[in-house]
C-alpha cells in the first residue's frame, strides 16, 4: 500500500480528497482479500464473488414455480397455498369449532375464531393498551390515534378510517335501503341493524350481565355496562380528570367545559349538548309519550321507570292500588 502511494502525484486540479479515496479503497481491498482468506481456510471452499452472488439469486428467482388456479388464474409460489385458495371455489371447510359448530376453509381462520370463545387478545394497541382477537382489527383501531382515513368516497370526497364505513357511506348516495320493518316501516341498510331495530317492538334483550343480570338489547350495551363492576375507566377527561368506560362517554362528558350545544330545538331556540336530551325538550310541543305503563302514558323514560319501582314496592307490600 505505500509503495502505490508514493508514486501518487497530487496537484491543486487532484485534491486532497483523491489520497483518502485511495487509503480507502486499498484497505477495503485488504480486509476483503482476510474475509475470503479466513472462509477458505475455514471451509475449505472458495467464497463467491458479489457478481457470482447476484448471478446465483437470480437463477433461484428464475427457477421459481409459480402455481396456477384454473378457476380464476391467479398465480401462488407454494402448491399449499393452491390448495388452500381452492377451497374458496369449492366451498370446502373442513375446519370445525367443537364449541359452537361453525365451519372454516382454513384453520387459522378456526384459530382466529376460536378466541370468540376463549376471550383471547393478542394484540394489544401501545397508545391506549386496548387489545383485540385479530391484528387486522388492530389495525384499524391504530387510525384513531393516528387520524389516518385511507379510504375516500369518489363521490363527495368524505374520508373513512375503515372500509366497512365507507361501504355503509356509499348507500346515502345511491340511497339503497334494502330492509325494511313490516312493524314501522322503517327502513336499513343491513339485515344486522333490521334485527337491532326489531328488538325495539319484541323488547327482547338477549345479552345478560352474569354479575347483576342486568339485560341489554345490544352486546355494545353490555360491554360498556359491565365496565361499571370492572371499574376500567381509561378514558380521563384532562380538564377536571374525570374517568370514563367510553370514548363516547368522554365526547359527551367534555360539552361541558367546551360549552358545546349541537342540537337545536326546531321549535324555540332552546340548544342542548345531547340529542336524547332534545329529543325529550320536543316533546312538550308534539305531545308524544312513548313510555307507556299500564293506562298511564309519559314523556320522560325517568318518569316511567319511578311508576314501575313504586308499583312494584307496593306490590312487595301486599297493598292494592
Keep these: 500500500m505505500s509503495t502505490s502511494l508514493c508514486f501518487l502525484r497530487v496537484t491543486k486540479n487532484e485534491p486532497f480528497l483523491l489520497l483518502f479515496a485511495v487509503l480507502i479503497e486499498e484497505n477495503e481491498n485488504e480486509e476483503l482479500s482476510e474475509v475470503k482468506e479466513k472462509t477458505h481456510i ?3 471452499k472458495k467464497p463467491f464473488s458479489s457478481s457470482q452472488i447476484k448471478q446465483k439469486d437470480l437463477k433461484k428467482r428464475r427457477a421459481k414455480k409459480y402455481f396456477t388456479c384454473t378457476q380464476c388464474g391467479k398465480s401462488l409460489s407454494h402448491n399449499t397455498s393452491l390448495e388452500r385458495h381452492i377451497k374458496v ?20 381462520l378456526l384459530i382466529v375464531h376460536m378466541r370468540v370463545h376463549t376471550g383471547e387478545k393478542p394484540f394489544t394497541c401501545d397508545q391506549c393498551g386496548k387489545s383485540f382477537a385479530q391484528s387486522s382489527n ?4 391504530i387510525n384513531i390515534h393516528t387520524g389516518e382515513k385511507l379510504f375516500t368516497c369518489d363521490q363527495c370526497g368524505k374520508s373513512f378510517a375503515q372500509l366497512a364505513h365507507l361501504n355503509a357511506h ?20 343491513r339485515s344486522s341493524h333490521l334485527k337491532q331495530h326489531l328488538r325495539v317492538h319484541t323488547k ?44 363516547s362517554s368522554l365526547k359527551l362528558h367534555k360539552k361541558i ?13 332552546k340548544r342542548f349538548s345531547r340529542l336524547g336530551n332534545l329529543k325529550t325538550h320536543e316533546r312538550i310541543y ?9 293506562t ?6 325517568s318518569q316511567f321507570n319511578c311508576e314501575i319501582q313504586i308499583n312494584s314496592m307496593m306490590e312487595r307490600r301486599g297493598c292494592n292500588t
Design 42 to 44: 475455514k471451509t475449505g
Design 89 to 108: 371455489h369449492t366451498g370446502e371447510k373442513p375446519f370445525t369449532c367443537d364449541q359452537c359448530g361453525k365451519s372454516f376453509a382454513l384453520k387459522g
Design 138 to 141: 388492530l389495525k384499524i383501531h
Design 170 to 189: 356509499i348507500n346515502v348516495h345511491t340511497r339503497e335501503k334494502l330492509y325494511a320493518c313490516d312493524q314501522c316501516d322503517k327502513v336499513f341498510l
Design 204 to 247: 327482547e334483550k338477549p345479552h345478560s350481565c352474569y354479575l347483576c343480570g342486568k339485560s341489554f338489547s345490544r352486546l355494545q350495551h353490555l360491554k360498556v355496562h359491565q365496565k361499571i363492576h370492572t371499574a376500567v375507566r381509561q378514558y380521563m377527561c384532562f380538564e377536571c380528570e374525570k374517568a370514563f368506560t367510553s370514548v
Design 257 to 269: 367545559h367546551t360549552g358545546e350545544k349541537p342540537f337545536k330545538c326546531s321549535h324555540c331556540d
Design 286 to 294: 308534539t305531545g308524544e309519550k312513548p313510555y307507556i305503563f299500564s
Design 296 to 301: 298511564q302514558s309519559y314523556k320522560k323514560h
